[in-house]
């Protein structure tokens, strides 16, 4: 047991742990009301959360003392997997929710496969991305781009323009820390930008994501319509001052004037009940796991281990801008949950095993100064990371 604690790392394992526990609480607080009012109990979903976070604890650990060699061998499996199941979400299994069919109803347990997905997608991408099986120099471009594709495509399919956008901002993070050509770069956001304006003018995107994206231009032009959610969500988390009105005391939330407000918008709460005191500190932590992830990333022996902990963190940051831009009219409402905090088994268990991937890595890593232009806190490389680390034996 004690060797067990010595291998976790507590920069990482403590900030996690505390959002969990947030999260616990403000999840009881947006749904305690409601449940009271329909007669049933009002514990519900604290215990559901509480298995969650737990449950995620358990993977996180797990995948912790794995080691980054285990990670390696099971990608692949794990990586097909998940595609199996983002495709069994678009037959009859699937269930709609919000306008997308993203979830799998099996023997009344609901998941989620695109939350799996985003760690998946990673591990495959830092495998791809990192030292090529025939020592020849450079990432495996292609293979990456299509591996980014298979999910990618499924997940709009459902549709969930969300998670669509933090796979493709995680996967363009990882060609640019993996030294993909600057051309090459160049060329793929412009295959984006063209593809984002053709779903537009051809009119693929669906009613509602439209709506949403006019609604985010100007949240105020229809308060009571579409744009009811973030109009009602910048007074919720505006409303608690500096200290907040007191865990389980928001008028807002008691009201259940914000819809989903235990899910995407959990960031209301903090912000009416813990005040901004409260939501500054969910930032903290959430910085402070960012922060640990690029240290990570810089200190990593191998490009597998620099690709899978860069990849972590330009998920978790996506993520968290997007939810938090959806409360505060920074970005559009597009149905992301808040890392560690929000309501939902699959998304707590996927980011704590993202931690443990963190974890994994750390556990072979290197002085900060044994790697070109690696620095503390922060991730940088004089050249393409191919050839700037090949070998433990080009450390010395």
Known sequence: MVSVVRRLDWRVFVPVTALGVLGV???????RPRMQVAGQDPQ??????????????????????????ALRAWTLPAYAVCLLGLAAVLTPLGRTANGAQSWLSLGGLDLQPSEPAKVALVLMLAVLLGDRADGRRGPRVLPALVAAALPLGLIMAQ????????????????LVVAGVRRRVLLLLAG???GAAAAAWFLGLL????????????????????????AAQALVTVGSGGLFGRGLFRGEQTGGRFVPEQHTDF?????????????????LVLLWAVLRRALR??????????????????????TQTFINVGMVLGLAPIVGVPLPFVSYGGSSIVACMAAAGVLIAVHRERVRPSALPGAFPGTFTRSAPLARSVRSPAGLR
């Not at 609480?25 to 749904?31: I, Q, R």
Request: aromatic share 6%.
């Open 44 to 69: 519900t979903y604290l215990k559901s959360q509480i298995v969650h976070v737990l449950v995620g604890l358990t993977v996180m650990t797990a995948l912790a003392l794995a080691g980054p060699a």
């Open 159 to 174: 549709p969930d323009l969300g998670t669509a956008m933090i796979m493709v901002v995680t996967a363009g993070g990882m």
């Open 296 to 317: 990570i990333a810089g200190e990593s022996l191998t490009p597998f281990g620099t690709l899978a902990a860069a990849g972590i963190a330009c998920w978790l940051a």
């Open 25 to 31: 609480l403000l999840v009881w607080s947006a749904t």
């Open 266 to 282: 959990v960031f209301t709460i903090a912000g009416e009940e813990l005040g901004f005191a409260g939501a500054a500190l969910i």
């Open 191 to 193: 295959a984006g930008v």
């Open 206 to 229: 669906r009613p509602h994501q439209v709506q949403r994206l006019l609604t985010f231009a100007d949240p105020m032009a229809d308060p009571q319509g579409a744009g009811y959610n």
